[in-house]
């Protein structure tokens, strides 16, 4: 992958843009860059005010900001019960904040916080083997049998 220009150079060109020595479509032959560099970078110092390059911060970007994940922290401490749907719906009536069940999931992991199963909840459906249900898998061998 390429790497960014400098902000050295972006300086220089858009000082020299400032200056009026050429039209972008020139300077950038001057300077040996693109065009499309030159209109990129004259249009972002138009937007932000600022001739260097804004650092760029990978991955997904948070709707929940400190704010909202501090009122999380505070439902959870006073009602620790709270399921995923129960504070998604807080979330959103009393922070404006729309997430998904999973982004509220990864937002409670973020925080630390973990989920625990519900004593309050049905059991599962499926029964588990007991000592007199339990049916043996191993098939009795015909030695082991007495006779008699």
């Not at 001739?51 to 991955?59: I, K, L, M, N, T």
Request: aromatic residues 6%; hydrophobic residues 35%; charged residues 30%.
């Amino acid at each position: 992958m390429a790497k960014p220009y400098g902000d050295d150079l972006r300086r220089k060109f858009l000082l020299a843009y400032d200056r009026g020595e050429d039209t972008l479509e020139e300077l950038a032959d001057r300077f040996l860059v693109s065009v499309g560099w030159a209109k990129k970078i004259s249009a972002q110092r138009n937007r932000s005010g600022q001739a260097e390059r804004v650092p760029h911060q990978a991955g997904r970007k948070w709707r929940a900001g400190a704010e909202a994940q501090r009122q999380v922290m505070d439902w959870v401490a006073s009602k620790p019960d709270l399921t995923l749907a129960q504070l998604q719906a807080r979330l959103y009536n009393e922070a404006g904040i729309s997430l998904s069940l999973g982004r509220v999931w990864h937002l409670l992991k973020k925080l630390g916080l973990r989920l625990k199963k519900s004593h309050s909840t049905r059991p599962s459906e499926t029964p588990k083997p007991t000592a007199s249900d339990a049916k043996s898998s191993r098939r009795a061998s015909s030695r082991s049998r007495r006779s008699g």
